[in-house]
């Protein structure tokens, strides 16, 4: 089977559960995203119901064309919706995907929800779908999300300078960082290191 058959499962650890998303899914999802302070760095605003019909609409379209694998994020304690993650830029026979697209809920960041899902994207992508590389990127000035990559043991790359248009008219940095196969085990003991300590 395909990347694309084989990436849209169901990932649980007890602590999340990531599940391909639904249009049912447009309420949770909205119930979280209307947080100004998610979409700083984003691409996207999300700032009124206009803006997240729209958000939301394309991450389903995006979905069901498959140019994107677009994750619903449960918090398994509270049982709430606490945010979204993708893999997306698949490139199989390079071997190659990048996670990103993700953002969580207010009560959610700082929580270890974001390591606990990345754990998770990282070891279906390396473990069943044969993955070499993962990539991420974030905006250059947001170093929470920086930090975040760091601190899973992903390696960053360098910068693309004015990579791509942001809703307020300027320019965005993308900063890249990657996982490689060889590099995996290692990163999947720090990360599950860390969440045992939790």
């Given at each position: 089977m395909?990347?694309?058959e084989?990436a849209p499962?169901?990932?649980d650890?007890?602590v999340?559960r990531?599940?391909?998303?639904?249009?049912?899914d447009?309420?949770?999802?909205?119930?979280?995203?209307?947080d100004?302070?998610i979409w700083?760095?984003?691409?996207?605003?999300?700032?009124?119901?206009?803006?997240?019909?729209?958000f939301?609409?394309?991450?389903?379209?995006?979905?069901?064309?498959g140019?994107?694998?677009v994750f619903h994020?449960?918090?398994?304690?509270t049982?709430?919706?606490a945010g979204?993650m993708s893999?997306?830029?698949?490139?199989?026979?390079d071997?190659r995907?990048?996670?990103?697209?993700?953002w969580?809920g207010?009560?959610?960041?700082?929580?270890?929800?974001?390591?606990?899902a990345?754990l998770?994207?990282?070891?279906?992508?390396f473990e069943?779908?044969?993955?070499e590389?993962?990539?991420?990127k974030?905006?250059r000035?947001?170093?929470?999300?920086?930090?975040?990559?760091?601190?899973?043991g992903a390696?960053e790359?360098?910068?693309?300078?004015s990579?791509?248009?942001?809703?307020?008219?300027?320019?965005r940095?993308?900063?890249y960082?990657?996982?490689?196969?060889?590099?995996?085990?290692s990163?999947?003991?720090?990360?599950?290191?860390?969440?045992?300590?939790?």
């Open positions: 395909s990347w694309s084989r499962a169901v990932l650890n007890g999340v990531l599940r391909p998303i639904t249009a049912a447009r309420e949770p999802i909205r119930s979280v995203a209307m100004p302070a700083r760095y984003f691409v996207a605003l999300v700032s009124d119901e206009a803006s997240f019909k729209t939301f609409d394309t991450m389903i379209a995006d979905h069901e064309a140019r994107r694998v994020i449960t918090d398994l304690a049982g709430r919706t979204s893999y997306g830029n698949l490139s199989e026979p071997g995907l990048e996670i990103g697209w993700s969580l207010r009560d959610f960041r700082g929580a270890g929800v974001n390591r606990h990345k998770l994207l990282l070891r279906h992508a069943q779908l044969g993955a590389r993962v990539e991420f974030t905006d000035r947001n170093e929470q999300a920086r930090r975040a990559l760091r601190n899973i390696t790359e360098g910068i693309l300078r990579f791509n248009p942001m809703p307020d008219g300027t320019r940095d993308a900063v960082y990657s996982v490689l196969r060889a590099e995996w085990p990163v999947r003991d720090r990360l599950t290191a860390k969440a045992d300590a939790e």
